[in-house]
Structures are given as structure tokens and as C-alpha cells.
């Protein structure tokens, strides 16, 4: 018997003994937490088995958003004992699936940000790279959203880990204490004193991230408290004050995760959580580096800071403050080991998502910092100066300053501190280089790469998909849960019938599941031969659900009108969350369900065209929904969606993408082949060139009768009950302004749905399609983003 097999059966013996039942009586909370404690012992036990760790610097990936998603699953499979605890639970009457279903998501994230890092630390523990994950232990994570009445998103608190959540571990032994306020003393030259006003600790909590047969690393996630409050009086000067409440409880901190996706809100809470965060973060990896008879010098020898976007930048200026103040290196030595230490991962291109701080707000809470700035600011401007000429230097100086009309511009920041900057996806850090930062590609030449941004398999194909990967196991030869390339040895069978049936056989058990998740969701019964067409991240106008909403309407407009027609049937799938202050991404949310309810309700549809929204988007819904999906729409505007990962997912569970050539779907084109994706819109030129010519949306609606149609549909009450207003705000905002280009890509889009219809109407060929996604897609498995990483950022100093 193995020695997890013994451990799993004398600990359920002891588990029950003490609560005086059978294993039978045990309810599946108490099954769910005897298999957690087990599991962690598992865990411990096999620490000292750990593979020896790769010989590149440890990662300290710095990221304010975690979206880990169930955990007790996913350990049970790295740790390889899924199967024996699936049949002690069959042999007690009872189903791991389901016990599993009582764990709680943790919702420390709004969307692809949190859920790549929570990728990485699983790849990294995987490769057994070592490293460490840095966050904040909100008490509340992102809301939950519920669907009114009126089909309006309503939110919900979201306290995760408030009565149940065994996977962590408090560490009394790691408290940290962070100033905020108060004043600076200029001692002489360099030497500063900062008196902070206030004080409050950090508690840490550890998560266990194991590795599929790899090491187990934490997530060290930091969480406020203290004894006494902020009085926010001592900052009355500032606008920012009059949305808060003068006085913050201390401990109320960090209690809850901010709500916005790709958009900064500037609240001061928010600065002091991510001031925090870098605070905790940065003082305990130098606590480690020194515990291990290190010197400061070797920093940058053993140990990287991988800022995950903006949102840690202030990690930089505070390693310099902790170098200068407190150990009291020279300006000169701190820069060199803080400029070799940072490594900057850009998110975005959105002008409204790239953090910028109000300058008095930050010199008010971090007096100490904002001097800090200014000197590097002050150095950059002898960089500047030195390398563009006269004519050249205004603009570059616009382009670079990291001070400027009273901001702090955090992505300045980090290009400045950081040895390396990278995009997620090679359109994306290509367009970092020529739009964002030319003058700083200039400056600091070979600064700048990109790392396509993947998945991890075990969650999104092991995990998530059972049936597919069965089928793969069989048809594999070594494992391609660690080695993702592997599939490729299925692409040769992408036209054999036999296994065409069984791809497809799976595809379809999958589609009836999902359609038992709706069901229970929402009352809905789908149709299951119907094409399943899925749109599945946050609401943003960038991200185009509009586009989607309008050609639904269209369809729906067209069936009306020719009832005789054969229409492919289609069934939509949306689900999502919207910023709560964010009216015309919630505008969108709530046309889309009273679409859906006029389309499920109306006998002509039947059959032919349905529309869910799934309420309460978060991980454990995306593995219901991806594995079912025959349609991936990744339409934003291209130039805009830095690369997406939801997109990967689900090609590589089999969807055909329809796509716009932006972000990694571009990626996702080559691997696939052009001819097994369905490509449509503009391309980043030819919105430049749209612009150029004074895009006017208006035009598009005046000379397009199928698109004026279905615009109308939402003025005329058709979709609201009645309610011709309802919708005015998103109907104004399409026709006067459309910042994303709906409009323009209306047409091509429909034309690229139509496509779809017809290549499904041919089984053969959309199969072979589908499985050459899964068998061409291997590179989209974050084991080789994190090798791009290890090669070409993470490597010895
Ligand atoms: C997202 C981007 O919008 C996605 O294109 C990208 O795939 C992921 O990050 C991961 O790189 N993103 C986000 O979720 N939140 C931000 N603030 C910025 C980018």
C-alpha cells in the first residue's frame, strides 16, 4: 500500500472517531475538509522530496491580483493521489466531483491579470522554478454578481474565507509594520529620516501552489491591522478626499479588492493598499536574501521582483528607501541593485488603465518616496537630455518623464527601474515599442521583449476537461500535462474517423453538461445540437459584447422576417462581470439578458436561436463552460485586448475562434492554421487609417439597414419592456462616438458569423479543425511562457 493510501485511510479513521460517526454519515463539508487536511499533509510529507530547484534567480512575482480559483482539486492532481481519493469517496457512496464543488473560489482578481499569475505559480512550481507569489489578503474578493429583475447586474460582497477556508496558513512569524504620513528630516546630502504618522501591520497568510509532480510553493498574501484608525483630516487639501470617509479603520485596508479591470480609479485607499503590498512584499524577500548570509550586493545575483503590470510600481522607490535609509548604501550602489532587481510586465496599451498618480497625494502618504521620485526623475532627465538632440528632447521628455503636470506616471517608473520590460504577446510588445515607449526603446536598447502569455494545462484541459484528456493520455505517448508540445502527435488523426467520433463524442457530452449547469443556472433548456457560441470575460466596450449583442439582433431580426428559412442553430453563451461604476459596460450586461429573454421566450427561436448569461462569472464556471464551447469570441478592436488567455483555453479545448488579429489571437492564427479560425475586422493599421479619415460611426448606421435595424431594436422598447430609454446612453454612445469601432467591423463580423454557420453544417471538416487546435496549440501552455521568462528575463545577472 502506498504510503498516501495508508495516511489517507488512518487519518479518516481518527477524523471520524472524533466526531463519533461512520464515514458514510460524514456530510460532503466534512468529506471536503477531511480530504483538505488531508491533502496538506500530503503535501508536508513530500517537502522533502522536492526536485532541486532550476539555477535562474528566485521570482518574486509582485501582483495585487491572485485568481486562483478551487485549490483542493488541482493539489490532489500535482500531488498525483486524485484517483485514490476518488475511490475511497466511491467505496463511502459519495463523489469527489461534488465534494469538491464545496470549496469556495477565491476571488482575488478581476480577470486576466490575476488568473495569468495564478498560471505562473503553478507553471513555476511545476518547472520548479523557484519563487514566491506576493499579494493581499482581501477579506472580500470581487463581488458576486447576481441578475435583477430588470436584467441588470446587482453585486453582491463576496467574503470568501469568512467561515470556511482551510488552505491557509497564518504566519505569526512574518509580521510586518508599514508607515503611511508624517514627515521627512534632511539630515545632510543624502541622508533623509522619515517620521511616519502612522503605523500598521502586516499579517501574512500563506496558500500552498504545488506543482504537477513538482515543489510546493506559497502565495504569501498580506492582510492589514492595527490598533489605532487614520484620521484622513490631517489630508484636507485634496480632491480625493471627498469620495472617502475621513477616518479609515486601519485593519479595513486591505478588506477589499478594487473592482476595475483595465481602469484606475485613483482612490487614495487604493495607493495605500498597493503601498502596503510593496512594503510587506519587499521587506520580506530581503529578510530571506540576508537570512541565507547574503549581502545586499548579491541581490540582484539571486533574487528577481517581477512587477506584474503598474499596480506594484511603488516596490521600486521603496527598495531604494529601504537601501538609502536604512541600510545607508549610496544613491549610486541602491540604483544599481534596485535597477538590476525589477523586471516590468506590461498589461495594456489603455490610456485609462495606465496608473498615474496625483502628485500631492503621494508626497501626503509617502513623503519619503516622492523624494525618491524626484531624484530618479531628475537623473532620467540627464539621460534624456544627453541622448536626444535639441529638436528631439521636448517630446521625448513628454514621452519619458516619470513627473509630469503633477502626476507620477507608473509605467514611467518601472521602465525606468527595471532591467526588463515585456509585452504579453508579440503585437502587443511590439506596439509597446513603437507607440507607448519609443523614445524609452531608444534610450535603453534591448530593455524591451515579449513573453506570449499561456495557460496552464492541468487546470484548463486535466482539470477542467476529464473526457479530452483521457482521449489524449490514450493517444500520447509521454505526458503532455508537462509537456504541451506533445500534442502534436494527434494532429496526423485530425482525419481519422474513428477518432473524429470520439473527439466529437466528447465535445458533445461536454455540451450536454453545460447545458445541465444552464439549466440549473438560469431555467433554461438548450438546444444541444446547437452551435454553443461563447463570450466568457469582463464587460469592456474594448472587448466588443456590443458587437456580439448587435449581430444577435440582426439574426434574430432576419428569422423573423424569412420563417421558412434553415437557420444553423445557435445557442449564445455570455457571462461576465462589469465594474460596478462602469454604466455602459452594465448598460451592455442588461440588453444582453432582456435580449435573452425575448429570443428563449419567442416560439419562432425555437430551435433555432437561444441566449444564456451566466450570472457570477468566475474559475469554476469557466471550467463548466470552456470545455462545452464549439465558438471562441475573442472580438475586441485590435490594438486593444493586450492578449487575452481565455482565447487559449479555449481553442486548445477545441472552439473555433472567431477572432479580430489582435492580442495573441494573432499567435493563435499561425499555430491553428488561417484556414481553422475565423478571422474578420480591422487590423491595427487600418483603424489608424480609419482614424485618420475622421471615423464617423454615424455613416455605418445610416448606410447599413441591417445594422440601423437592429440599433433601433434597442430604442424601440423591443428589449426593455417597453422602456424606449432604457438603452440611450450605449445607443448615443454607438452612433455619436463609438471609441471601439463597433460600427465599422459590423458588417465583417456578420459576414465571418455567417462563415462559421456554414463550415459547422459540414461535421468532417469543422472536427479535423477543432482537434488541430488542441494538437497545434502546445505553446499556449504557460510552462512556456515561464521558459521565454527564464531565458530571456529571468537569467543570472
Ligand atoms: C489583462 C489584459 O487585458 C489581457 O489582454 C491579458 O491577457 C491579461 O491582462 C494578462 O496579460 N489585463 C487585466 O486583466 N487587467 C489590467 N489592469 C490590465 C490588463
Same mark, same amino acid.
Given at each position: 500500500?502506498?504510503?498516501?493510501?495508508?495516511?489517507?485511510?488512518?487519518?479518516?479513521?481518527?477524523?471520524?472517531?472524533?466526531?463519533?460517526?461512520?464515514?458514510?454519515?460524514?456530510?460532503?463539508?466534512?468529506?471536503?475538509?477531511?480530504?483538505?487536511?488531508?491533502?496538506?499533509?500530503?503535501?508536508?510529507?513530500?517537502?522533502?522530496?522536492?526536485?532541486?530547484?532550476?539555477?535562474?534567480?528566485?521570482?518574486?512575482?509582485?501582483?495585487?491580483?491572485?485568481?486562483?480559483?478551487?485549490?483542493?482539486?488541482?493539489?490532489?492532481?500535482?500531488?498525483?493521489?486524485?484517483?485514490?481519493?476518488?475511490?475511497?469517496?466511491?467505496?463511502?457512496?459519495?463523489?469527489?466531483?461534488?465534494?469538491?464543488?464545496?470549496?469556495?473560489?477565491?476571488?482575488?482578481?478581476?480577470?486576466?491579470?490575476?488568473?495569468?499569475?495564478?498560471?505562473?505559480?503553478?507553471?513555476?512550481?511545476?518547472?520548479?522554478?523557484?519563487?514566491?507569489?506576493?499579494?493581499?489578503?482581501?477579506?472580500?474578493?470581487?463581488?458576486?454578481?447576481?441578475?435583477?429583475?430588470?436584467?441588470?447586474?446587482?453585486?453582491?460582497?463576496?467574503?470568501?474565507?469568512?467561515?470556511?477556508?482551510?488552505?491557509?496558513?497564518?504566519?505569526?512569524?512574518?509580521?510586518?509594520?508599514?508607515?503611511?504620513?508624517?514627515?521627512?528630516?534632511?539630515?545632510?546630502?543624502?541622508?533623509?529620516?522619515?517620521?511616519?504618522?502612522?503605523?500598521?501591520?502586516?499579517?501574512?497568510?500563506?496558500?500552498?501552489?504545488?506543482?504537477?509532480?513538482?515543489?510546493?510553493?506559497?502565495?504569501?498574501?498580506?492582510?492589514?491591522?492595527?490598533?489605532?484608525?487614520?484620521?484622513?483630516?490631517?489630508?484636507?487639501?485634496?480632491?480625493?478626499?471627498?469620495?472617502?470617509?475621513?477616518?479609515?479603520?486601519?485593519?479595513?485596508?486591505?478588506?477589499?479588492?478594487?473592482?476595475?479591470?483595465?481602469?484606475?480609479?485613483?482612490?487614495?485607499?487604493?495607493?495605500?493598499?498597493?503601498?502596503?503590498?510593496?512594503?510587506?512584499?519587499?521587506?520580506?524577500?530581503?529578510?530571506?536574501?540576508?537570512?541565507?548570509?547574503?549581502?545586499?550586493?548579491?541581490?540582484?545575483?539571486?533574487?528577481?521582483?517581477?512587477?506584474?503590470?503598474?499596480?506594484?510600481?511603488?516596490?521600486?522607490?521603496?527598495?531604494?528607501?529601504?537601501?538609502?535609509?536604512?541600510?545607508?548604501?549610496?544613491?549610486?550602489?541602491?540604483?544599481?541593485?534596485?535597477?538590476?532587481?525589477?523586471?516590468?510586465?506590461?498589461?495594456?496599451?489603455?490610456?485609462?488603465?495606465?496608473?498615474?498618480?496625483?502628485?500631492?497625494?503621494?508626497?501626503?502618504?509617502?513623503?519619503?518616496?516622492?523624494?525618491?521620485?524626484?531624484?530618479?526623475?531628475?537623473?532620467?532627465?540627464?539621460?534624456?537630455?544627453?541622448?536626444?538632440?535639441?529638436?528631439?528632447?521636448?517630446?521625448?521628455?513628454?514621452?519619458?518623464?516619470?513627473?509630469?503636470?503633477?502626476?507620477?506616471?507608473?509605467?514611467?517608473?518601472?521602465?525606468?527601474?527595471?532591467?526588463?520590460?515585456?509585452?504579453?504577446?508579440?503585437?502587443?510588445?511590439?506596439?509597446?515599442?513603437?507607440?507607448?515607449?519609443?523614445?524609452?526603446?531608444?534610450?535603453?536598447?534591448?530593455?524591451?521583449?515579449?513573453?506570449?502569455?499561456?495557460?496552464?494545462?492541468?487546470?484548463?484541459?486535466?482539470?477542467?476537461?476529464?473526457?479530452?484528456?483521457?482521449?489524449?493520455?490514450?493517444?500520447?505517448?509521454?505526458?503532455?500535462?508537462?509537456?504541451?508540445?506533445?500534442?502534436?502527435?494527434?494532429?496526423?488523426?485530425?482525419?481519422?474517423?474513428?477518432?473524429?467520433?470520439?473527439?466529437?463524442?466528447?465535445?458533445?457530452?461536454?455540451?450536454?453538461?453545460?447545458?445541465?449547469?444552464?439549466?440549473?443556472?438560469?431555467?433554461?433548456?438548450?438546444?444541444?445540437?446547437?452551435?454553443?457560441?461563447?463570450?466568457?470575460?469582463?464587460?469592456?466596450?474594448?472587448?466588443?459584447?456590443? =458587437?456580439? $449583442?448587435?449581430?444577435? @439582433?440582426?439574426?434574430?431580426?432576419?428569422?423573423? *422576417? /424569412?420563417? !421558412?428559412? +434553415?437557420?444553423?442553430?445557435?445557442?449564445?453563451?455570455?457571462?461576465?462581470?462589469a465594474a460596478p461604476g462602469y454604466f455602459?459596460?452594465?448598460?451592455?450586461?442588461?440588453?444582453?439578458?432582456?435580449?435573452?429573454?425575448?429570443?428563449?421566450?419567442?416560439?419562432?427561436?425555437?430551435?433555432?436561436?437561444?441566449?444564456?448569461?451566466?450570472?457570477?462569472?468566475?474559475?469554476?464556471?469557466?471550467?463548466k463552460i470552456i470545455p462545452a464551447a464549439?465558438?471562441?469570441?475573442?472580438?475586441?478592436?485590435?490594438g486593444k485586448e493586450a492578449s487575452g488567455?481565455?482565447?487559449?483555453? =479555449?481553442? $486548445?479545448?477545441?472552439? @473555433?475562434?472567431?477572432?479580430?488579429?489582435?492580442? *495573441? /489571437?494573432? !499567435?493563435? +492564427?499561425?499555430?491553428?492554421?488561417?484556414?481553422?479560425?475565423?478571422?474578420?475586422?480591422?487590423?491595427?493599421?487600418?483603424?489608424?487609417?480609419?482614424?485618420?479619415?475622421?471615423?464617423?460611426?454615424?455613416?455605418?448606421?445610416?448606410?447599413?439597414?441591417?445594422?440601423?435595424?437592429?440599433?433601433?431594436?434597442?430604442?424601440?422598447?423591443?428589449?426593455?419592456?417597453?422602456?424606449?430609454?432604457?438603452?440611450?446612453?450605449?445607443?448615443?454612445?454607438?452612433?455619436?462616438?463609438?471609441?471601439?469601432?463597433?460600427?465599422?467591423?459590423?458588417?465583417?463580423?456578420?459576414?465571418?458569423?455567417?462563415?462559421?454557420?456554414?463550415?459547422?453544417?459540414?461535421?468532417?471538416?469543422?472536427?479535423?479543425?477543432?482537434?488541430?487546435?488542441?494538437?497545434?496549440?502546445?505553446?499556449?501552455?504557460?510552462?512556456?511562457?515561464?521558459?521565454?521568462?527564464?531565458?530571456?528575463?529571468?537569467?543570472?545577472?
Amino acid at each position: 500500500m502506498s504510503s498516501f493510501q495508508t495516511l489517507l485511510e488512518t487519518s479518516l479513521k481518527t477524523y471520524c472517531e472524533e466526531r463519533f460517526v461512520q464515514p458514510e454519515q460524514l456530510t460532503d463539508r466534512q468529506w471536503y475538509q477531511f480530504i483538505a487536511e488531508v491533502s496538506q499533509q500530503a503535501v508536508l510529507q513530500s517537502f522533502p522530496h522536492n526536485p532541486p530547484l532550476v539555477s535562474t534567480r528566485k521570482v518574486n512575482y509582485l501582483s495585487m491580483e491572485f485568481l486562483i480559483g478551487r485549490l483542493l482539486g488541482n493539489n490532489l492532481m500535482n500531488l498525483g493521489v486524485y484517483d485514490q481519493v476518488q475511490q475511497l469517496l466511491a467505496k463511502c457512496g459519495k463523489n469527489l466531483v461534488d465534494i469538491l464543488e464545496q470549496e469556495r473560489d477565491p476571488s482575488l482578481g478581476n480577470g486576466g491579470l490575476g488568473r495569468l499569475a495564478a498560471c505562473y505559480l503553478d507553471s513555476m512550481a511545476s518547472l520548479s522554478q523557484a519563487a514566491v507569489g506576493y499579494g493581499l489578503h482581501y477579506q472580500y474578493g470581487l463581488f458576486k454578481q447576481l441578475i435583477g429583475y430588470h436584467g441588470e447586474q446587482l453585486e453582491r460582497g463576496d467574503a470568501w474565507n469568512r467561515d470556511f477556508y482551510p488552505q491557509q496558513y497564518h504566519r505569526a512569524d512574518l509580521q510586518q509594520k508599514v508607515g503611511f504620513g508624517g514627515q521627512v528630516v534632511h539630515l545632510q546630502d543624502d541622508k533623509y529620516q522619515w517620521q511616519p504618522e502612522w503605523e500598521i501591520f502586516g499579517e501574512a497568510f500563506d496558500l500552498p501552489v504545488v506543482g504537477y509532480k513538482g515543489v510546493q510553493q506559497p502565495l504569501r498574501l498580506w492582510q492589514g491591522y492595527s490598533e489605532t484608525d487614520f484620521d484622513f483630516a490631517v489630508f484636507n487639501d485634496g480632491d480625493y478626499l471627498h469620495a472617502e470617509s475621513r477616518v479609515i479603520d486601519a485593519s479595513k485596508l486591505t478588506k477589499v479588492l478594487y473592482p476595475n479591470d483595465n481602469h484606475q480609479e485613483g482612490k487614495a485607499l487604493r495607493l495605500m493598499q498597493q503601498y502596503f503590498h510593496c512594503a510587506c512584499s519587499i521587506a520580506d524577500i530581503l529578510r530571506q536574501h540576508l537570512a541565507q548570509g547574503r549581502s545586499l550586493e548579491q541581490l540582484p545575483e539571486f533574487e528577481v521582483i517581477q512587477l506584474n503590470d503598474t499596480h506594484p510600481a511603488i516596490a521600486i522607490p521603496e527598495l531604494m528607501r529601504v537601501l538609502l535609509d536604512q541600510y545607508e548604501l549610496s544613491w549610486e550602489k541602491a540604483w544599481s541593485i534596485c535597477s538590476k532587481t525589477f523586471a516590468y510586465t506590461n498589461h495594456t496599451l489603455l490610456p485609462e488603465a495606465l496608473e498615474q498618480w496625483d502628485q500631492t497625494l503621494v508626497a501626503k502618504l509617502l513623503p519619503r518616496h516622492i523624494i525618491i521620485i524626484e531624484r530618479i526623475n531628475n537623473e532620467l532627465h540627464h539621460l534624456v537630455k544627453a541622448e536626444f538632440n535639441e529638436d528631439e528632447f521636448a517630446q521625448a521628455w513628454y514621452e519619458t518623464a516619470v513627473l509630469m503636470d503633477n502626476r507620477v506616471r507608473m509605467a514611467n517608473l518601472c521602465v525606468v527601474g527595471s532591467f526588463a520590460v515585456n509585452g504579453v504577446a508579440q503585437i502587443h510588445s511590439d506596439l509597446v515599442v513603437s507607440d507607448l515607449f519609443p523614445a524609452y526603446a531608444r534610450l535603453f536598447k534591448g530593455r524591451f521583449h515579449n513573453v506570449t502569455n499561456g495557460v496552464t494545462p492541468r487546470r484548463w484541459i486535466r482539470q477542467a476537461n476529464p473526457a479530452l484528456s483521457a482521449l489524449l493520455d490514450q493517444h500520447v505517448k509521454g505526458d503532455w500535462t508537462k509537456d504541451l508540445e506533445l500534442l502534436r502527435q494527434i494532429e496526423p488523426l485530425a482525419k481519422d474517423p474513428q477518432f473524429q467520433r470520439a473527439y466529437q463524442a466528447i465535445k458533445q457530452q461536454n455540451k450536454q453538461a453545460l447545458a445541465q449547469v444552464i439549466e440549473q443556472e438560469i431555467g433554461l433548456k438548450v438546444n444541444g445540437e446547437a452551435i454553443f457560441d461563447i463570450q466568457i470575460k469582463r464587460f469592456h466596450e474594448y472587448k466588443r459584447q456590443q =458587437l456580439n $449583442l448587435l449581430n444577435i @439582433i440582426a439574426t434574430y431580426q432576419e428569422i423573423k *422576417a /424569412n420563417p !421558412e428559412q +434553415a437557420v444553423v442553430p445557435r445557442l449564445f453563451v455570455f457571462a461576465g462581470k462589469a465594474a460596478p461604476g462602469y454604466f455602459l459596460a452594465k448598460q451592455i450586461i442588461q440588453a444582453i439578458n432582456n435580449l435573452a429573454a425575448t429570443i428563449n421566450s419567442d416560439p419562432d427561436m425555437q430551435g433555432k436561436l437561444q441566449v444564456a448569461f451566466l450570472p457570477d462569472y468566475r474559475v469554476s464556471l469557466a471550467e463548466k463552460i470552456i470545455p462545452a464551447a464549439d465558438v471562441s469570441e475573442q472580438i475586441s478592436l485590435a490594438g486593444k485586448e493586450a492578449s487575452g488567455t481565455g482565447n487559449m483555453k =479555449l481553442a $486548445l479545448n477545441g472552439a @473555433i475562434t472567431i477572432g479580430t488579429l489582435d492580442g *495573441a /489571437n494573432v !499567435e493563435i +492564427a499561425e499555430f491553428a492554421g488561417e484556414e481553422n479560425v475565423v478571422i474578420f475586422g480591422h487590423t491595427v493599421e487600418s483603424v489608424r487609417e480609419l482614424r485618420a479619415n475622421g471615423y464617423n460611426p454615424r455613416e455605418y448606421y445610416e448606410q447599413d439597414d441591417v445594422l440601423r435595424n437592429a440599433i433601433d431594436a434597442l430604442t424601440d422598447g423591443s428589449f426593455a419592456n417597453g422602456d424606449q430609454h432604457r438603452y440611450d446612453a450605449l445607443v448615443d454612445n454607438l452612433i455619436n462616438h463609438d471609441p471601439f469601432c463597433t460600427l465599422a467591423d459590423f458588417a465583417s463580423y456578420r459576414a465571418a458569423q455567417q462563415e462559421i454557420a456554414k463550415r459547422y453544417q459540414n461535421q468532417t471538416a469543422w472536427v479535423e479543425s477543432a482537434i488541430l487546435n488542441t494538437a497545434r496549440l502546445g505553446a499556449f501552455s504557460s510552462d512556456r511562457s515561464i521558459r521565454d521568462y527564464q531565458t530571456r528575463i529571468w537569467k543570472k545577472a
